[in-house]
């Protein structure tokens, strides 16, 4: 089983707040002392060693004067931020509205050659319609109680079907059959996005698989990721994105996406439960 990526973040966090325990310690003071020197209470001292404050820049930037460790202060202040990258909140990412997103994303897959990505709870954004998009953009938003930027976000996730056609990307698709039936617009908007299905599994750039309802499971249902090479994992949870870069958890990732990709059936009989689906919209 995979570990979880979020209890590798919080792991993360602990391993820092080690380091500056440590360095604490080696400067022989306190908790108490340190406290007084950086100016707060000895509480914030107590929860950032425990790990389960996050210290900020100018938080580092105290603990290493106080303690005569000015040399270490820009590798933690880039250790720290690396562990906040790796678990973050949508309502955060979302603050302003989801369009700058979809701009990393769009990103992520420009610099990657080959995205392995497994979906279990809609279609990636790299297949969608404008109009599936904008019906899942809405949910999302109205769920989250963020701005609402849809359209502008809309075209910045559509943008990236770009990279189906263009440049040297390969993009190797898992769909459990559930997301081919699932309404996550009217009846239109699902026969229009389950037609460009369709039309993208030629292509040369993708390979499409769908997982059925009656394969027997090698592997149980997994929140959906995109794996970008065999250097980032992205999973996307209810509440956050996590990112994944540490290569034990990637090689689990990996295993797990080979396990789901012995389930799937593709080509002629990937298209016959899409157009199964098709036929079923009413």
Not at 19 to 29: P, S
Not at 82 to 94: G, K, Q
Request: charge should be positive.
């Amino acid at each position: 089983m995979p570990s979880s990526p979020s209890s590798s973040a919080q792991a993360a966090r602990e391993a820092l707040a080690v380091r500056l325990a440590h360095i604490r310690k080696d400067a022989g003071l306190t908790g108490k002392e340190l406290s007084t020197r950086c100016g707060w209470h000895p509480a914030k001292t107590t929860r950032i060693q425990k790990g389960t404050a996050a210290p900020t820049d100018a938080d580092i930037r105290a603990w290493c004067a106080a303690c005569g460790a000015l040399d270490q202060t820009e590798d933690l202040i880039a250790t720290a931020r690396a562990v906040d990258s790796m678990y973050m909140e949508w309502r955060r990412l979302h603050r302003n509205g989801m369009r700058k997103v979809q701009e990393d994303f769009y990103t992520l897959h420009e610099n990657a050659e080959v995205c392995r990505v497994y979906a279990s709870n809609g279609v990636p954004g790299f297949f969608q319609t404008p109009a599936y998009a904008t019906a899942l953009m809405r949910r999302i938003t109205e769920f989250q109680g963020t701005p609402d930027d849809v359209a502008d976000a809309v075209a910045a996730r559509v943008a990236r079907s770009r990279f189906l056609y263009q440049g040297n990307h390969r993009f190797v698709v898992l769909l459990e059959e559930w997301v081919l039936r699932a309404r996550v617009g009217d009846a239109g908007v699902m026969a229009d996005q389950l037609t460009h299905l369709l039309s993208v599994i030629p292509l040369a750039s993708v390979s499409l698989g769908v997982i059925p309802f009656t394969a027997q499971r090698v592997i149980w249902p997994l929140e959906g990721f995109y794996m970008f090479d065999d250097r980032h994992v992205v999973v996307e949870t209810l509440t956050a994105e996590i990112n994944v870069r540490q290569p034990g958890e990637i090689a689990d990732y990996s295993k797990a996406f080979r396990n789901l990709g012995r389930m799937a059936v593709y080509g002629g009989s990937a298209k016959q439960l899409i157009q199964s689906a098709f036929t079923h919209l009413g």
